[in-house]
């Protein structure tokens, strides 16, 4: 017989009484909550000192470097849209127009978020629908 078949016969025996005082047992060793809903797992809560606490979950890193997407432009507002999206996208007069044919469209690719910020700002004041991402 394996030790979990072992453990679940003794389990099998234990009154209501000592089966609460198990469970207190196991939280209090462990370092679980039992009322708390793990989908049908056991969470660990990493043991102090131990090598659980030096493999924490690793840290996000935060993002540095954003997109410009323009997103739409208003009919009425396509002239002024136009100059923001040629000075930020550096292109040419005659290109502009072509380049925004199809949307949503990145114009910045890869900057920092002051300078994202900076360029959507500027398709927000010409009456373009912007985002970053």
Same mark, same amino acid.
């Given at each position: &017989?394996?030790?979990?078949?072992?453990?679940?016969?003794? +389990?099998?025996?234990?009154? +209501?009484? @000592?089966?609460?005082?198990?469970?207190?047992?196991? @939280?209090?060793? $462990?370092?679980?909550?039992?009322?708390?809903? #793990?989908?049908?797992?056991?969470?660990?809560?990493? &043991?102090?000192?131990? =090598?659980?606490?030096? @493999?924490?979950?690793? %840290?996000? @890193?935060?993002?540095?470097? $954003?997109?410009? !997407? +323009?997103?739409?432009?208003?009919?009425?507002?396509?002239?002024? !849209?136009?100059?923001? !999206?040629?000075?930020? =996208?550096? /292109? =040419?007069?005659?290109?502009?127009?072509? $380049?925004? #044919?199809? +949307?949503?469209?990145?114009?910045?690719?890869?900057?920092? %978020?002051?300078?994202?910020?900076? #360029?959507?700002?500027?398709?927000?004041?010409?009456? =373009?629908?912007?985002? /970053?991402?």
């Amino acid at each position: &017989m394996s030790a979990v078949s072992e453990i679940v016969e003794k +389990l099998k025996t234990l009154t +209501l009484l @000592e089966a609460v005082e198990l469970v207190s047992k196991i @939280e209090e060793t $462990f370092g679980v909550d039992a009322s708390a809903p #793990a989908g049908g797992a056991v969470m660990m809560a990493p &043991m102090a000192g131990g =090598a659980g606490s030096a @493999e924490a979950a690793p %840290k996000e @890193e935060e993002k540095t470097l $954003f997109d410009v !997407v +323009l997103e739409e432009i208003p009919s009425d507002k396509k002239v002024a !849209v136009y100059k923001a !999206v040629r000075s930020i =996208a550096n /292109i =040419a007069v005659n290109q502009v127009k072509e $380049f925004t #044919a199809t +949307l949503p469209k990145t114009l910045k690719d890869s900057v920092s %978020k002051e300078e994202a910020e900076a #360029a959507k700002q500027q398709l927000l004041d010409a009456g =373009a629908k912007a985002k /970053i991402v």
